[in-house]
Nanobody, 125 residues
Framework: QVQVVESGGGLVQPGGSLRLSCATP????????TAWFRQAPGKGREGVSC????????LYTDSVKGRFTISRDNALRTVYLQMNNLKPEDTAIYYC??????????????????WGQGTQVTVSS
């Protein structure tokens, strides 16, 4: 069974920062696309960011461009999401997901087959 473990969520004030981590001890992450999704209360799951096997391919949804940065440490088999200048509308459960493809495509949830259990991010004063 593929293990995907997220960490790093928490409560932060508007304008603050958090770094999410996605560890996959049994997957060679550099071989596949890895994405972060989020789901806010009462809303559907949204693709936030993705890093492809080829690291030059990194995608972001418009609402987080310039604020979030996705990166990967191949040796640690970990993908990170650095989130800066957080806003209340970023409040959601954040999920890491691994594709069986090399490319991110359109960050569509159906392309990602291995999911973590999620980590809560709350942005509030």
């Amino acid at each position: 069974q593929v293990q995907v473990v997220e960490s790093g969520g928490g409560l932060v004030q508007p304008g603050g920062s958090l770094r999410l981590s996605c560890a996959t001890p049994r997957i060679l992450l550099h071989a596949y696309a890895t994405a972060w999704f989020r789901q806010a209360p009462g809303k559907g799951r949204e693709g936030v960011s993705c890093i492809a096997s080829r690291e030059s391919e990194r995608l972001y949804t418009d609402s987080v461009k310039g604020r979030f940065t996705i990166s990967r440490d191949n040796a640690l088999r970990t993908v990170y999401l650095q989130m800066n200048n957080l806003k209340p509308e970023d409040t959601a459960i954040y999920y890491c997901a691994i594709s069986e493809r090399e490319s991110c495509g359109s960050i569509w949830a159906g392309d990602f087959h291995h999911w973590g259990q999620g980590t809560q991010v709350t942005v509030s004063s």
